[in-house]
Structure formats: C-alpha cells, structure tokens
C-alpha cells in the first residue's frame, strides 16, 4: 500500500463520521490554538523588545549610571537617571564624561540629560494632552542610531527643537503622514512658578517687593511655564518604546537651569557693616532690591552616559572597567539575557498550561479511535483478506489519528491568525497609548507554523497507535464473523 | 497444487479441547470446483480459511504450490491472499460507503498499484460479472445478487489462482443464487480458477466436479 493511499483512505474514513471527526478536530483546535496564541503573544513582545534595542544598535552600548547598585534595576537602555544630584554614587559630569571616553575600546559616549520638570506635552492647538516623555543627548555624537520617518536628525546648534516618537504622532491622528508633523509647534508645560522659571524664553514673574511676598507665593506656586518646541524630525516607529520624544542636551540644560528671584540684601549688610564700624548709623532706609539667581545644579550631571563600544566582544570589559570606577553599569547584553530568562520562565508556565488543553484533546483521539476500531472490525476482516498486512491495518488507524491532529493543528493555526489579525485591527484603532506596539506582537513564524502542526499531527499519531496496534493484532477470522 | 497433510486445528472451550479439524488430508489440483458441504460448526468454514491463508493449522501442513503456508509471516500470507487468493462472502462484506468500483479496487490497493491501473482493471472486473452500468452505486443502491457480483469481482480484481466461496447464495434466493453460481463456474471454466465453494445448499454442491462432506472436523 503505498503512503498516498493511506492518507486518502484514512481521510475517507474520517469522513464518514463528520460530526464525530469535527468534534473530535475542534478540541485539537481549542488545545492547540491556547498553545499558538501564547507562543506567539510570548515571541511578539520578546521579538519587540530585541528590536527596540537593535534599532539603536544598542548591542554595542553600555549604560553608565552614577548608582553602582542600579545597574541591574534597570530595564531601559536609555536612562534620565534620578536627577543624580542626591545620588549616594559618583556624580556623572563633564569629568566623568572624559574618563570613561578614555577607557580603552570606547568608540564614542554621549551624556543623556537628567530628568527635566516637564509634566504635560501637547500639538499647539489640540486639547488632549499627554505625559512628557522626554530624553535629551547630544546629537554631536553618533552613539545611537535614530532612524527617522520624516525630517531631519538634531545639531548642536538646536535649542528650541524636537524629534517626535510615533506614539504622539500617532496620537495627533498624523500615523498615516508623519512628515506633515514637521514645522509644527509642541507646546512643553513645566511645572515652575512663584518666581521661578527655565533658563529660557522670558524672565519669571517678579514677585512684589513690599511686604514678605508670602501671600503672593502661595497663590502663585502652582504656576506653569509653557515652552513651545518646533518639530524638526519624527523617530521611527521602530522601538518598543516610542513614547519617547528627543531634544538637544544643551536646551535640556537651559531648561533644567532654574532662574529665580532672591533679594538682594547685599547694600544692607554693607551698611550694617558700616554702621558696625561707625561711619554710618541707620540702615532702616536703604531699599532693597531683587536680583535674578542661576541655579544651575541640574544642568551639571547628567542622567546617565552611554558609551559605544568599537566592537561587541569588548562589551564585557569595558563594563569591568566602568564598575571598578564605581559607576553603575549595564550593556544590552544584560537585558536580554534577562530578557530570555523571564520570557523561558513565561513559556513554560503558559506552555504548560496548554498543554493540558492539548492533552485532553488526545484523550478525545484515543476515544474516537477506540470508536473507530470497534465499528470497524468486519471491515478490519475484509482488508486482512484482501491481502492488508497487519502492519497496514495498524498504519491505516494510526494515519486516521495523525489526520485528526494535523486538521485540529491547521485550523488552530488559522483561527488564531484570524483572532491576531482582528486583536490588530482592534488595537490600532483604540489602543493607541498601550506602551506594547500590539501589531507586532500577533507573529506567526514559520518555526510556529511547522512545529505546530508537526506537534498536534504528532499527538494524533501517538494517541491513535494503542487503537491502532490493536485493530492490527485482531485475527481476521474473528474479524470477519464479527456481528 | 493445494496439499493439505494431517491438518488440525483445536479450540479449548472450557477446559476441553475441540477439534475444529481432525488430522484432515486434502489434495485440490488446479482449475478443479470441488463443494465443501457439512452442517453448521462441522469445521468446513475453518478448513477454507486455512486454505486461503486467514487462518493456520495447529497441526500439519499446507502446501500450495510448493509453499508451506504453516510457517510464513505476516507480510508472506497476506501477500498470498491478496496475490493468490479471492474471497467471496456470504453476507457480501462489502464497503458501504464506496462505490461498486471502490470497493473491488480494494484489494488492489494492497497490491500496490497505482491509481489509474487499478481504475482500469476495477472496471474489466465488474464487466466480467455484468455490472459495468452499476459501477458508481453504493452497496445500498444494488440488490442482493449485484452486492454478490461486487463481491465477485473484488475476489477477482488480482488475477487470483483460487476463489473461496463461503456460502454464496446463503444470502440470495434461488434464482440470483443460480445467477452467482453461473458466474463461478464460468470464471472456473473460462480462467482456469481453482473454484472452492462452501455450502448448505445441495443443489450449488451438485453442479461441482467433486464433493466432500465434512462433519466433526473429519473428512466423510
């Protein structure tokens, strides 16, 4: 006999009894189909966190923090850090900046600015609002790539400039024509008030100079400070993370630099020093004035440095060198093993339990097959007369089985293709501020497509061969009397 | 041609043994329709089966055509069946959800033969038996003596050397079963085939050259 006909005996055999078939595939369906969507769910979100960091070449970058027991608590490449100012660990600065551009396999290192008092961003013109999600590095350096739809990549010489992430274009309803996006106006909403603002645009508010001013604090310390920002580039939707919009460290300075008015109470105490000497004996008159204070602390350190190492097999040393220095520090490497362990950690959980639902659907097999066998023995009579072998028989059922599972793995594979190309569909249109970019994540590699059905064909063949060994070992003459 | 030396086949039924068999000797030459007749349990069902390799003596030998079918495997006696041997049944056996032409295409499945080639002789067999208009009917759809015509042509669907006839007209009234029988016996008559019929009925064991009577598991 040969394989062909197997499989078109086996599958005309099938469909004598379609409702029991059917029934039977669909419990295949539901097991597999519980299997694929998580394997799939699984690789898409791991495959977009790869991708993320392969866009920014980030293979070949280490993370310096100024905290060396942050290292590891880090899960995003690029850092603002915490401000750094109050940190326990070494400061990130200009110094810093130099040393570790002088350690040995660095390429090149780019300062990535602390966190700045942005709350709220929006499109000039627009009411909805969203959070500020801002880095700010310097473009001078060709650390990391930025891949961009549309526009041009920052300069030095930038200040009041931004490159978008496509989750605010996206938002603005310019997904579909991301370059019309350029030239327009981001208007930056700091919280600063009460005579205090940004080294930038114009001067805060002065506060009264009669009385303490003590009321005029009070009222005016919610304050905001709006700065506006022309759109010169749109980064590729392309990193799992494209909530995150790019300004040039220098204006990040400007901005993280506060400029408040203090009193100036210096002509007092010369005339109290004066009147201490004797020369002059009442200072109840002299006025005193207001003068502007740069406090520019922010500005100095940075959030984080990213180094770029000239090859990746150097990552692990320089990160040696950088953690001897007392630095935090953690390369791409780090993340994605972690990134591989948690996700095994996942799989095999959500595996598991799909695989129970696969296992009841072989027990479905087994109890069809059983069936089959049992109805089937005169036939099983006739064959064995006709010349089958018993090894024919057995073939013949175990095909039947194999059959079962390979239908339940292609239809569990085409209906969760369906489900992953609605859930899409459904996601573009509302889910637009999930920080997980959901197109990606229903994939179906061909690995999944393959190992699937050769699985699920692989528990009909199992579960079909103890019905099938027996329908093989029924001597025919028994077979053929049976009523 | 078909030596059957000192064959017996024993059942344990409850502790006792019962010879389905009892050291029978049988020799069939070739191209010869010899009638087994007997009363039910006599062991006539149990010495054909022998003879058509279903089943395997517990004692004695077969030979056929100088090969002994006491120790040949599997693979070895099904081949023999599905090469030498057709099998005609006397409630048809046949495959309900096939077709008259499916269904006599069976055995040539086993045979190994490709598709087409198996169509081609399918269809000479059912026109040997006159059904060559009935080839795309379901068993249901036949009557009773066209079930048994599809039945004979799936016995002759491999050229076989031997057709072993179980009760053929057990099924038919007496009119179709003649219609059978004719056909058997031209087959013999124009192909050479060993004919080996089973039967009860006195008048179909008549019409073959030679006759014996089994009763008890012995020859009469």
Not at chain 1, 196 to 218: N, S
Not at chain 1, 283 to 308: E, F, H, P, W
Not at chain 1, 370 to 380: D, G, K, L, Q
Not at chain 2, 90 to 113: D, G, H
Request: some cysteine; glycine content about 10%.
């Amino acid at each position: 006999m040969r394989s062909f006909d197997y499989i078109i005996l086996a599958f005309r055999n099938l469909a004598r009894q379609k409702t029991r078939t059917l029934l039977t595939i669909m419990a295949i369906t539901i097991g597999s189909l519980s299997v694929i969507l998580m394997i799939s769910l699984l690789t898409g979100i791991r495959q977009s966190l790869v991708d993320m960091f392969e866009s920014m070449d980030a293979f070949a970058l280490v993370t310096v923090t100024s905290d060396p027991n942050s290292a590891n608590d880090n899960n995003s490449l690029i850092t603002s850090g915490n401000g750094s100012s109050e940190s326990d660990g070494k400061k990130l600065n200009d110094d810093a900046l130099q040393t570790l551009k002088k350690l040995p396999n660095v390429a090149d290192a780019t300062p990535i600015g602390g966190r700045i008092n942005i709350e709220t961003m929006k499109l000039e013109g627009q009411d909805k609002k969203l959070w500020a999600s801002i880095i700010s590095y310097d473009p001078e350096t060709k650390v990391f790539q930025m891949p961009l739809e549309a526009g041009r990549k920052l300069t030095t010489n930038d200040m009041d400039s931004i490159v978008v992430g496509g989750r605010l274009v996206k938002t603005y309803g310019y997904g579909s024509h991301p370059a019309d996006m350029i030239g327009k106006k981001i208007v930056l909403r700091m919280k600063m008030g009460g005579g205090t603002g940004p080294d930038w645009g114009p001067l805060p508010e002065k506060p009264p100079i009669d009385g303490d001013g003590k009321d005029w604090y009070e009222q005016h310390r919610n304050d905001n400070t709006e700065i506006t920002a022309t759109i010169v580039g749109v980064a590729q939707n392309s990193a799992m993370d494209d909530s995150q919009n790019y300004i040039n460290i220098a204006w990040a300075n400007k901005l993280m630099t506060q400029v408040r008015w203090e009193w100036d109470d210096s002509a007092q105490k010369a005339c109290n020093d004066e009147s201490k000497n004797g020369s002059r004996t009442d200072c109840r008159n002299i006025t005193t004035s207001q003068k502007l204070v740069k406090d520019d602390s922010n500005a100095k350190s940075y959030g984080s440095i990213i180094l770029k190492a000239n090859s990746t097999k150097n990552l692990p040393g320089i990160a040696d060198a950088i953690s001897r220095l007392g630095y935090g520090v953690s390369t791409a490497q780090d993340m994605l093993d972690q990134i591989n362990e948690i996700f095994t950690g996942i799989g095999i959980v959500l595996g598991a339990i799909g695989g129970i639902s696969l296992f009841v659907a072989a027990i479905g097999i087994i109890n069809t097959m059983v069936m089959a066998t049992f109805e089937r023995i005169r036939e099983i009579g006739v064959m064995r007369a006709c010349g089958a072998t018993r090894a024919s028989i057995r073939r013949l059922f175990t095909f039947e089985a194999a059959q079962l599972g390979f239908w339940g793995g292609i239809f569990g594979l085409g209906l969760s293709y369906l489900i992953g190309k609605v859930g899409t569909q459904i996601a573009d249109r509302y889910a637009t501020d999930i920080p997980i970019p959901i197109d990606k994540i229903a994939q179906f590699p061909w690995w999944l497509v393959g190992g699937v059905i050769a699985f699920t064909t692989l528990i009909g063949l199992l579960s079909g061969l103890g019905p099938a060994i027996k329908a093989a070992r029924m001597n025919p003459v028994d077979a053929l009397r049976y009523e | 041609m078909i030596e059957l030396s000192n064959i017996s086949k024993i059942y344990e039924l409850g502790g006792e043994k019962i010879f389905a068999l009892d050291h029978v000797e049988l020799k069939i030459d070739k191209g010869e329709f010899i009638a087994i007749i007997g009363p039910s349990g006599s062991g006539k069902s149990t010495l054909a089966n022998i003879i058509g390799g279903l089943d395997v003596p517990d004692e004695g030998s077969v030979v056929i055509d100088e090969m002994s079918l006491c120790h040949a495997n599997d693979s070895l006696l099904s081949a023999y069946r599905n090469k030498k041997i057709g099998f005609i049944f006397q409630s048809f056996n046949l495959q309900p959800n096939y077709t008259a032409l499916e269904n006599v295409m069976i055995p040539l499945i086993f045979a190994k033969i490709t598709a087409s080639e198996r169509k081609k002789r399918a269809m000479e067999c059912l026109k040997v038996v006159g059904l060559e208009d009935r080839m795309h009917h379901k068993p249901t759809q036949l009557s009773g003596g066209q079930r048994q015509r599809v039945c004979i042509a799936r016995a002759l669907a491999n050229n076989p050397e031997i057709i072993i006839a179980d009760e053929p007209t057990g099924n038919l009234d007496s009119k179709k079963g003649a219609e059978v029988v004719d056909i058997l016996k031209t087959l013999n008559q124009k192909l050479g085939v060993t004919l080996i019929v089973i039967t009860h009925d006195i008048s179909v064991a008549k019409q073959a050259r030679r006759m014996i009577t089994i009763k008890d598991g012995k020859i009469v």
